[in-house]
């Protein structure tokens, strides 16, 4: 569904390109980072996603003819044109060339840590961020919103129904996408079933009933179109009555050789109607028949009916999940973090700022994540060129004086793993399946305190502490100038 054209992209970006060909700065290399600031949902972990359509988007990245016309066709704010005919020809010929390495889809991520790093010409790494922040910061929030809404459903299924309030159809789509990811077991999107594989689940509205002279009458015509697939939607007029006409058509299913799979409630009092209605199915013969739940549903209302001991079995989970509820947007940004300069030496680069929190972090960045007795205890920022040769030092990131030692007894992964190089792809990218277990397996080496909805234990997760140093060094000089 993106649009595989480097034309999705803010204008800034080719003006900026315009200007480094313009002063020869086209081809330096350098080195950019794309990360969040601030952990989503209030939450203590988020979950990467996006690097799929990232990858798509890239195998493309091409101009043609056509959109080459169109930046010729735009004007300065003296009429004249905007970009020069040699820079749109220097752009006509130009293919994909960086570096690109990323945290793979579905491990669990922490703010400031680069989710992705691009490295090469520094006109190149410039021209993707808009891009890759649009398909990375939204598909990441999406999925820790699933994971969230999943932990609360406490391993029942959870369906995805947010196609009709999603933000436009690609949006949906990569919502899916994301969704799935963040451990939903399947989609009422079939364009997305049909894309990326996810399950797709769905029965029947309340249209269907309310076309027929009664509910029975309608279910049991649904019954008989579509035997294998009875989750019957009871709310249309009076819930319990519906339960109770579905165990009337349920039983004639049976006897054709068919089972009742579940009813669905949409409206009202969850908690107490679920209960009933579990009591009219089994007193019904109905047992296995399952209860499914949608109407406005999030992971907060989900923990709260399971307090309330509902009986619910399978959430439906729409608007609040595909458009991020609470939150519309993750924060992520893309900063440059080194240059290279004429002598070939790499230079850090940090970004200065009133608000200590958006003061970037200087270097070629790598993240180290330290794991003892098969749980997840710290993730070190450290600079790829100067290495981290033993046990690391944690700084925190916006409070110097909280830090956290790394035991020599703990083994470590680097997060960032080669995506492109010089260009071309070098990832064996898994499927969306074996995203989704990725996604579940990282959580489970997560402490449950970091994954509480509220008020959730701090991950240690910042500077390593020979970065941390340079950082502050940096910003001295800096307002030494």
């Given at each position: ?94 293919r994909w060339r960086c570096d690109l390495d990323a945290i793979p889809e579905g491990t669990a991520v922490f703010a400031h840590e680069p989710l992705l790093r691009v490295r090469g010409p520094l006109l190149q ?343 941390h140093k340079r950082k502050v060094e940096m910003i001295r000089q800096a307002k030494a100038r």
């Open positions: 569904m993106t649009p595989n054209t480097p034309l999705l992209t803010d204008l800034y970006q080719l003006t900026m390109a315009a200007g480094y060909w313009k002063c020869g700065k086209a081809e330096q290399e350098s080195v950019f980072h794309l990360f969040f600031r601030t952990l989503p949902f209030g939450g203590g972990y988020a979950l990467a996603a996006g690097l799929g359509d990232v990858v798509e988007w890239l195998e493309h990245f091409r101009f043609a003819d056509t959109e080459l016309d169109y930046l010729a066709s735009l004007e300065g704010g003296d009429g004249s044109p905007l970009f020069e005919r040699g820079f749109l020809d220097y752009l006509g010929k130009m790494a410039q021209l993707v961020e808009t891009a890759l922040l649009n398909m990375v910061n939204f598909q990441t929030l999406i999925a820790t919103k699933a994971a969230r809404v999943c932990e609360a459903a406490r391993g029942e299924p959870v369906l995805e129904f947010g196609l009709r309030r999603a933000q436009g159809p690609d949006g949906a789509v990569m919502a899916s996408r994301a969704a799935f990811i963040g451990g939903c077991a399947a989609t009422s999107n079939v364009l997305a079933g049909l894309r990326h594989g996810i399950p797709v689940r769905g029965t029947h509205a309340h249209s269907w009933v309310m076309a027929f002279e009664n509910e029975p009458e309608a279910f049991a015509a649904y019954a008989e179109a579509l035997p294998n697939n009875c989750v019957f939607l009871v709310d249309t007029y009076d819930t319990l009555d519906g339960v109770r006409h579905a165990v009337e058509v349920g039983r004639r299913l049976r006897e054709r050789g068919h089972e009742l799979s579940g009813i669905r409630l949409d409206s009202g009092d969850l908690a107490w109607l679920s209960v009933e209605a579990r009591r009219i199915l089994d007193e019904g013969g109905f047992p296995k028949a399952f209860i499914a739940a949608s109407n406005d549903l999030d992971e907060h209302l989900i923990e709260s009916l399971k307090h309330q001991g509902a009986e619910i079995g399978v959430w439906g989970v729409g608007t609040r999940l595909v458009t991020g509820g609470e939150q519309a947007a993750l924060g992520g940004v893309y900063k440059l973090g080194a240059i290279r300069n004429e002598t070939g030496v790499w230079e850090p680069k940090i970004k200065l700022s009133e608000q200590a929190a958006k003061t970037s972090h200087p270097g070629i960045q790598q993240v180290r994540r330290f794991t003892l007795d098969g749980e997840f205890r710290g993730d070190a920022i450290f600079d790829e060129e100067v290495g981290l040769p033993g046990p690391a030092t944690i700084v925190h990131p916006s409070d110097a004086t909280r830090t956290k030692e790394m035991s020599g007894q703990a083994t470590w992964e680097d997060l960032l793993e080669p995506v492109y190089r010089g260009g071309k792809l070098v990832m064996d990218l898994p499927d969306l399946p074996r995203i989704r277990r990725r996604g579940r397996e990282q959580l489970a080496r997560l402490h449950s305190s970091v994954k509480r909805l509220r008020h959730p234990h701090e991950y240690p997760a910042g500077l390593e502490r020979g970065l």
